[in-house]
């Protein structure tokens, strides 16, 4: 392969993980919309879509093993191969969190109906723009971009503890609510996991960017 052949794969590689990465944030969004309105086949085209990003890990997985056998990449290059790698397991392991959420609404559309849980929406939403800020991060380099998503995980954080109190509350208050207030409680697990996973994906951006392996999730 020659340099201008393997500048092609790496700029191909990096285009493909914004596509996934894209993939998992749309599932979220359906995710968390099926849950809004408790649609049960829109939840199921969020399990059933998994199978897709599930598909482009192994993709992406497979070329940076073929790009590190087959060349001897710089020691930049070398580096974003291996962010890539990592990148696309948090990646898929986000889109999981999704299909959870989405097995949560199949769950509680058998239930009587309760009031969407009001930390749910402002949790959803600051994963969304952390998603846009690892794509963006990731796409520029950003180091800065990459560190300030602490404080937003560190936000869904706060959000997750607070909706556990109100959800504690409930529990204790009307028993009979007892099996939707623990879907929620998984609703809202999935969605602080999923913050953890794209932190984890700040942390390899810079790792890509100086070589330096920085937690961010302290």
């Known amino acids: 392969m020659t340099r201008e052949a393997f500048a092609r794969e ?7 993980v914004v596509r ?10 359906e995710a968390v919309e099926a849950l809004r309105t408790l649609d049960v086949a829109r939840a199921a085209r969020v399990v059933a879509d998994d199978n897709r990003v599930d598909a482009m ?53 058998e239930m009587p109906r309760v009031p969407l849980l009001s930390e749910v929406p402002v949790m959803a939403a600051a ?14 380099g950003d ?3 990459a560190e300030a998503m602490a404080h937003k995980d560190d936000r ?7 909706a556990f109190r109100t959800l504690l509350t409930t529990m204790l208050r009307d028993a009979h609510e007892t099996p939707q207030a623990l879907e929620m409680l998984l609703v809202t697990q999935n969605l602080e996991r999923a913050a953890d996973h794209i932190t984890n994906v700040g942390e390899r951006v810079i790792y890509m960017m100086t070589g330096e392996l920085k937690e961010l999730n302290v």
Not at 60 to 77: F, G, I, K, N, V
Not at 80 to 107: P, Q, W, Y
Not at 127 to 140: H, K, P, Q, Y
Request: proline share 1%; with cysteine.
């Open 57 to 109: 890990h192994l993709e992406l997985e497979h070329r940076c093993t073929h790009l590190l056998a087959l060349q001897q990449p710089m020691a930049s290059d070398l580096r974003t191969i291996a962010a890539v790698f990592a990148i696309t397991i948090d990646l898929e392991r986000l889109a999981d969190h999704a299909e959870g959420i989405a097995k949560s609404v199949a769950r509680l559309a």
């Open 10 to 16: 790496m700029d191909g590689l990096r285009a493909d």
């Open 143 to 145: 180091v800065a971009l």
């Open 20 to 29: 996934m990465a894209e993939a998992a944030r749309e599932a979220i969004r």
């Open 127 to 140: 994963v969304d723009e952390m998603i846009a800020d690892a794509i963006n991060a990731f796409l520029r």
């Open 156 to 162: 869904v954080d706060r959000l997750r503890s607070q």
